[in-house]
Protein backbone atom coordinates (compact mmCIF):
# COMPACT_ATOMS: atom_id res chain seq x y z
CA UNK A 1 0.00 0.00 0.00
CA UNK A 2 0.89 3.69 -0.74
CA UNK A 3 2.27 5.31 2.42
CA UNK A 4 1.61 9.01 0.33
CA UNK A 5 -2.25 9.73 -0.51
CA UNK A 6 -0.71 12.44 -3.18
CA UNK A 7 1.33 9.86 -4.71
CA UNK A 8 0.38 9.22 -8.93
CA UNK A 9 -0.58 6.18 -10.24
CA UNK A 10 2.36 4.32 -11.81
CA UNK A 11 3.16 4.63 -15.28
CA UNK A 12 2.95 1.13 -15.74
CA UNK A 13 2.60 0.79 -19.56
CA UNK A 14 5.78 2.90 -19.96
CA UNK A 15 7.12 0.35 -17.09
CA UNK A 16 6.55 -2.55 -19.21
CA UNK A 17 7.25 -1.53 -22.43
CA UNK A 18 11.23 -0.32 -20.82
CA UNK A 19 11.24 -3.62 -19.86
CA UNK A 20 10.46 -5.24 -22.82
CA UNK A 21 13.25 -3.09 -24.58
CA UNK A 22 16.02 -4.04 -22.61
CA UNK A 23 14.94 -7.40 -21.47
CA UNK A 24 17.02 -10.84 -23.01
CA UNK A 25 15.80 -13.67 -24.75
CA UNK A 26 13.94 -14.57 -21.78
CA UNK A 27 12.51 -11.27 -20.72
CA UNK A 28 14.41 -10.65 -17.81
CA UNK A 29 16.31 -7.06 -17.96
CA UNK A 30 18.32 -5.52 -15.06
CA UNK A 31 16.78 -3.36 -12.99
CA UNK A 32 19.50 -0.74 -13.37
CA UNK A 33 19.35 -0.74 -17.12
CA UNK A 34 15.40 -0.38 -16.16
CA UNK A 35 15.83 2.39 -14.21
CA UNK A 36 18.42 4.39 -17.05
CA UNK A 37 15.81 3.64 -20.03
CA UNK A 38 13.01 5.00 -17.81
CA UNK A 39 15.15 8.08 -17.15
CA UNK A 40 15.93 8.36 -20.53
CA UNK A 41 12.21 8.17 -21.41
CA UNK A 42 11.14 10.01 -18.98
CA UNK A 43 13.62 12.56 -17.54
CA UNK A 44 11.56 13.68 -14.55
CA UNK A 45 11.18 10.17 -13.18
CA UNK A 46 11.27 9.03 -9.96
CA UNK A 47 9.82 6.51 -7.56
CA UNK A 48 8.95 8.28 -5.05
CA UNK A 49 6.54 10.46 -7.13
CA UNK A 50 4.43 7.25 -6.85
CA UNK A 51 5.11 6.26 -3.24
CA UNK A 52 8.36 4.12 -3.32
CA UNK A 53 11.72 5.18 -2.04
CA UNK A 54 13.57 2.93 -4.50
CA UNK A 55 12.75 1.64 -7.92
CA UNK A 56 12.87 -1.84 -6.95
CA UNK A 57 10.13 -1.67 -4.40
CA UNK A 58 7.70 -0.03 -6.79
CA UNK A 59 8.67 -2.78 -8.94
CA UNK A 60 8.17 -5.22 -6.03
CA UNK A 61 4.11 -3.43 -5.80
CA UNK A 62 3.34 -4.50 -8.79
CA UNK A 63 1.21 -7.54 -9.63
CA UNK A 64 2.28 -7.35 -13.59
CA UNK A 65 6.39 -7.44 -12.69
CA UNK A 66 8.16 -10.33 -11.37
CA UNK A 67 11.69 -9.52 -9.96
CA UNK A 68 14.25 -11.70 -8.73
CA UNK A 69 17.64 -11.30 -7.55
CA UNK A 70 20.78 -12.69 -9.16
CA UNK A 71 24.61 -12.39 -7.76
CA UNK A 72 23.36 -9.11 -6.30
CA UNK A 73 21.69 -7.71 -8.98
CA UNK A 74 17.71 -7.46 -9.31
CA UNK A 75 16.29 -8.29 -12.43
CA UNK A 76 12.68 -7.87 -13.71
CA UNK A 77 10.44 -9.05 -16.18
CA UNK A 78 6.64 -8.38 -17.04
CA UNK A 79 4.74 -11.76 -16.09
CA UNK A 80 3.76 -13.79 -18.66
CA UNK A 81 -0.29 -14.23 -18.76
Do not use: C
Amino acid sequence: AKDDAKASPVPIRLITKVIDDVSDDDGWASLASVGQNLTKLRPDFDPRLYGFSKLSALMKAQPRIESRESNKHVEVRVRQR
